[in-house]
């Protein structure tokens, strides 16, 4: 009887995933969704309710010119109308009138297509970091020797850093947003990349602190300081105030 020895392959790489955050989406579509409701209303009104205020409203000034008021109550029942007696300011409507609503629903429409080009366009998206670096769902790849520069100055009140990097002799860039993408790796994703490139590559205050070996903190040359989470949740804090 041979002994039989089972051998596996075990990846050792370190992945983390920043997927696309769901509120982030749900808000595009939500206003997307307004947009074109408030589309559809107006044109309703330009091509239903308005035409229909007008017939009212010039019925009305026939039986007014012609002495017979008294007869608006029947007549509007007849035709299903409402009963209050019309009035210039709310029903006289005209040709202008029935342009303006097509005129407005069609810009309301065109200012909700790119939400929902957003919506569409970034489901399933996500940004990953390996041992390496950080690649995306739409195909960049940017290694930790690639990068250029980190800029951070939007980080502590917005929560955007960008990635600026050059491989292959092509320049790219790569956005980390923890409003867009899911807040804890996206903040994972920002440590990290600080403590694989050179402090001199980072545009901004820096997250991490190091120490010697002595236990001394060292800082940047830039004279920018060294922030905590509690300053950055304070910071923005201040800022949404």
């Not at 009887?1 to 990846?11: H, I, K, L, Q």
């Not at 307004?34 to 044109?43: D, I, Q, S, T, V």
């Not at 006289?92 to 342009?99: G, P, S, V």
């Not at 200012?111 to 080009?117: E, K, R, V, Y």
Request: hydrophobic share 35%; aromatic share 12%.
């Amino acid at each position: 009887m041979s002994d039989t020895t089972d051998t596996t392959t075990t990846d050792t790489t370190n992945t983390d995933r920043a997927n696309i955050a769901a509120g982030y989406r749900w808000r595009m579509l939500f206003v997307s969704m307004f947009c074109f409701g408030f589309a559809l209303w107006c044109a309703y009104d330009g091509a239903i309710a308005y035409p229909a205020k007008r017939d009212r409203w010039e019925m009305y000034v026939e039986l007014k010119i012609e002495g017979r008021e008294h007869e608006w109550e029947e007549l509007a029942r007849e035709n299903g109308w409402p009963i209050k007696e019309p009035n210039r300011h709310d029903d006289a409507k005209n040709e202008h009138d029935f342009a303006t609503q097509f005129a407005m629903g069609g810009v309301i429409a065109t200012i909700g297509i790119p939400f929902l080009f957003i919506f569409v366009s970034t489901r399933g998206r996500w940004i990953e970091m390996d041992d390496d670096g950080l690649s995306t769902s739409w195909g960049q790849r940017c290694n930790f020797d690639d990068i250029m520069t980190f800029d951070k100055t939007k980080w502590y009140k917005k929560g955007i850093a960008y990635v600026h990097y050059e491989k292959d002799g092509r320049k790219g860039r790569i956005t980390l947003d923890d409003c867009k993408y899911d807040r804890e790796p996206t903040e994972i994703f920002v440590r990290d990349i600080e403590l694989e490139i050179d402090p001199e590559q980072i545009i901004g205050r820096r997250l991490q602190t190091s120490t010697d070996d002595e236990g001394e903190e060292k800082g940047d040359d830039s004279g920018d300081q060294p922030a905590d989470d509690a300053e950055v949740a304070a910071e923005r804090g201040s800022d949404d105030a």
